[in-house]
């Protein structure tokens, strides 16, 4: 009997797969899918470069960023690209300022609509949505100028914010 291991079968090739071999380039020679261009090796040194080249992100998207969250404008007022740049500072500070401003207050009001809500029970339920859709319309406002790269300034935030980004 012989072995049905040993035996080729449908699914078994009869001879074993062997790559065909492709000629090898000579010695210290590149293959030419990892040449450079010669229009790609005479490039400038980093710190000539402009910044938005070297950070990845344009100022404009930087602006628009530093109003996501705190934390973005936060970084960009540490990270040494963003920092140096007048448009990012100042919208980061703005940013800064606009939310502390905002939850200072909100609890203000909080304060004040519970302590009317024994009076009307009826005006914290009517108020507080309005007030939250006027956060959410400066933030977009704010937002959307960064985004196209104006120099929006709020009324009293806006003047502080110039002053402590140097602008």
Same mark, same amino acid.
């Given at each position: 009997? %012989?072995?049905?291991?040993?035996?080729?079968?449908?699914? =078994?090739?009869? =001879?074993?797969?062997?790559?065909? %071999?492709?000629p090898q380039?000579?010695?210290?020679?590149?293959?030419? !899918?990892?040449?450079?261009?010669? %229009?790609?090796?005479?490039?400038?040194?980093?710190?000539?470069?402009?910044?938005?080249?070297?950070?990845? #992100? @344009?100022? $404009? &998207?930087?602006?628009?960023?530093? !109003?996501?969250?705190?934390?973005?404008?936060?970084?960009?007022?540490? *990270?040494?690209?963003? $920092?140096q740049n007048?448009?990012?500072?100042?919208?980061?500070?703005?940013?800064?300022?606009?939310?502390? @401003?905002?939850? /200072?207050?909100?609890?203000?009001? %909080?304060? *004040?609509?519970?302590?009317?809500?024994?009076? #009307?029970?009826?005006l914290h339920?009517?108020?507080?949505? #309005?007030? @939250?859709?006027?956060?959410?319309? /400066?933030?977009?406002?704010?937002?959307?100028? &960064?985004?196209?790269?104006?120099?929006?300034?709020?009324?009293?935030?806006? $003047?502080?914010?110039?002053?402590?980004?140097?602008?």
């Amino acid at each position: 009997m %012989s072995d049905p291991f040993q035996t080729p079968g449908p699914f =078994q090739p009869q =001879q074993p797969y062997q790559p065909q %071999s492709q000629p090898q380039p000579p010695y210290q020679q590149q293959p030419p !899918y990892q040449q450079v261009p010669p %229009s790609y090796q005479q490039q400038q040194a980093p710190s000539q470069m402009p910044v938005a080249a070297q950070s990845g #992100l @344009s100022d $404009n &998207a930087a602006g628009a960023l530093a !109003y996501v969250t705190i934390i973005p404008a936060i970084i960009f007022l540490i *990270v040494a690209p963003y $920092n140096q740049n007048r448009f990012v500072r100042f919208h980061s500070w703005q940013s800064i300022i606009l939310c502390i @401003s905002a939850i /200072v207050i909100d609890i203000a009001l %909080s304060i *004040v609509m519970a302590a009317t809500f024994m009076f #009307l029970p009826l005006l914290h339920l009517a108020l507080w949505p #309005l007030i @939250s859709l006027f956060w959410i319309a /400066v933030w977009l406002i704010c937002l959307i100028n &960064a985004a196209q790269g104006k120099w929006f300034k709020l009324p009293i935030i806006g $003047n502080f914010a110039e002053k402590q980004a140097g602008a």
